[in-house]
């Protein structure tokens, strides 16, 4: 069993930045492959980045390529989200996401999930 928890998230302006940190319980984190996802009023949840349980491979959607950067510290428990240059269409619920196994771009594939963290990049 793992728990998420999810903080770091808040109001920004157009071209600022924001880092999201996920905090795990349990002593198995670093078995767990990682992914962050967002949710846009009125719109599906979506993928925006995983990475592997050793940090070795990264994966992002195209929308956040060079902009955002996952990170995580096994010692720690923790995975962060890195996002610079934010847009009004970053504005998001983002969720963290856990997963025994490879990294995912499918949320079907996650076995738990944080609460989420509400990001608002003003115009």
């Known amino acids: 069993q793992v728990q998420l928890v999810e903080s770091g998230g808040g109001l920004v302006q157009a071209g600022g930045s924001l880092r999201l940190s996920c905090a795990a319980s349990g002593r198995t984190f670093s078995t767990y492959s990682m992914g962050w996802f967002r949710q846009a009023p009125g719109k599906e949840r979506e993928f925006v980045a995983a990475?592997?349980?050793?940090?070795?491979?990264?994966y992002y959607t195209d929308s956040v390529k060079g902009r955002f950067a996952i990170s995580r510290d096994n010692a720690k428990n923790t995975v962060h989200l890195q996002m610079n240059s934010l847009k009004p269409e970053d504005t998001a619920v983002y969720y963290c996401a856990a997963r025994q196994g490879g990294w995912s771009t499918s949320q079907s594939r996650y076995d738990y999930w944080g609460q989420g963290t509400q990001v608002t990049v003003s115009s």
């Open positions: 990475i592997s349980w050793s940090g070795g491979t990264t």
